[in-house]
């Protein structure tokens, strides 16, 4: 039978047993919605369960490879499982709430670091449910992780650690890319869900749904109707915080709506969640860059400003008495003042040669860059090449995905291409160098260089925006100050300044 076939003969069963019904009915978003799904009812129809299990796995992504299936609870859960056993791929359980005795895990079943698991999902809205069940898988429990690295043998979500993956770990948690679901409501699910990073596939919607219904005279031309009218007023839906300790459920899930400190759930790229804590505990979203031509004015200037910043950005190749001892002393100063440190290399190569100019040669990058900035023109093959030197320890990039410099060739085509590139590789990529909000997916990191207080353009191209616009109108989690602090009286001042007032931007707009 074909797949319609096949999909109809499902909708009318599910009609018949009250798995859709007519009427009044508040959903979890507040909505009141003129119809409902209830496929909770499925359990007790052992065979028209097993055909929506077998319909969601049919509209599986097919180039996609997926190392377990997760059902969101509890609905899904019985279908997730009839797909695991039929198709031998192992499940994971995601328990809605945190156990309070033994392993307090909220990933059930066994797994490796950069698995990808598949989500199946029976109704979506605004793809709440979904979210939050990539956010538990992403971050697999790591909140009680105490080193936040990648450590198997800490990480308690590993109910069996396997030591044999240290030396290749590419990020905590497990990878979430892909989702079915049975009934897409056409609300903006799919939107709000790629925004995320996570692509869905549906095996209805409610206008195929509802065509299926009035053909087989199950419904009237009303129904349609009122469900129409319904979908007209609330086509864009937004995912929804969990709220917690019974605040009001108000604010949606985006980058730029989401503090720094509740991003850190959302990503389990090591890196990123070290930098958002500490963004979030130091209050400061400044990155200065340290673009001064000897080895001691830059250590002078990293120790003066360092208690106000998040990270400093080297151009290592510009210091001219640049040994060994450089990047060791910076990494003491980075320790003391409680920053991180991002060469701003912006590799550009073909992934081998990149690979060595990062790990090898004068400046041994690899070795003391928590993060470095890249071109993405070659392609990603320089993402997997650098992440392979990066060898296990916390290291990540910042993708170019716009730039400041009048007359930038970059093009939002490009702009968007990149963003899907990080997309895809998210155990390295930490984020972006951007110039607008070039993403939403809270995972992700946008610094927006060109910012000053004193500027408006160097002569040479560069064109300077104030920290507030940066934050507050182009969306960016960190600004990069260069010469606005270095070439200031007093650097420390400044750096202070720059701060509160990005930080500032940051908590305005959080308002
Ligand atoms: N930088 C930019 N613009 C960009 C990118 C990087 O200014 O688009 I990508 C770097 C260059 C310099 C710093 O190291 O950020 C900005 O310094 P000033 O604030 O001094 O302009």
Known sequence: MSFEKRLEDVILRLFDVQGVKF??????????SPIYFDLRVVVSYPELMEDVAD???????????????????????????IVATKQKLPMLIRRKEEKSYGTKRLIEGHFKEGDNCFIIEDV???????????????????????ALR???????????????????????????????????????????????????????DMESMLK?????????????????????????????????DGAPDKESVGRLSMSFGDRVATTSQPLVRRLLRLMEEKRTNLCVAADLGTARDVLQLADKVGPHICLLKTHVDSISDFTAEFPKQLTELAE??????????????????????????????????????????????????????????????????????????????????????????????????AQSSVSSDPRFLVLTPGVSLVSTADGHGQQYSSPERAVGERGADVVIVGRGVTRAEDPAAAAREYAQRAFSAYLQRLK
């Open 23 to 32: 009427g009044q009915f508040t959903l979890k978003s507040g909505l009141v």
């Open 55 to 81: 319909l969601l796995w049919e509209c599986r992504p097919k180039d996609a490879h997926f190392t377990s299936v997760c059902g969101v609870p509890y609905t899904a859960l019985p279908m997730a499982t």
């Open 124 to 146: 979506i809205v605004s793809g709440s449910s979904v979210y939050e069940t990539a956010v538990s898988l992403r971050g697999c429990g790591l909140e009680a992780c105490p």
């Open 150 to 204: 990648c450590d198997a043998l800490r990480c308690p979500a590993l109910t069996r650690p396997d030591l044999s993956l240290l030396p290749s770990l590419r990020g905590c948690g497990l990878e979430v890319t892909h989702a079915v679901v049975f009934m897409d409501r056409q609300q903006g699910a799919t939107n709000n869900l790629k925004n995320l990073g996570v692509t869905i596939k549906s095996v209805c």
């Open 212 to 244: 299926i219904l009035l053909r087989n005279k199950k419904i009237t031309e009303e129904h349609v109707d009122s469900v129409n009218r319904f979908l007209k007023e609330s086509q864009e839906t937004i995912i929804r915080k969990q709220p917690a």
């Open 336 to 433: 003391r003042h409680n920053f991180l440190i991002c060469e701003d290399r912006k590799y550009g190569d073909i992934g081998s040669t990149s690979a060595d100019q990062y790990s090898s040669g004068l400046f041994s990058v690899s070795s003391w860059a928590h993060l470095v900035t890249v071109h993405a023109l070659p392609g990603d093959g320089q993402l997997t090449a650098l992440s392979d030197r990066a060898a296990g320890a916390e290291r990540g990039a910042l993708l170019v995905a716009e730039m400041s410099s009048k007359g930038c060739l970059v093009q939002p085509a490009y702009t968007a291409a990149v963003v899907k590139m990080a997309e895809a590789h998210p155990y390295f990529a930490c984020g972006f160098i």
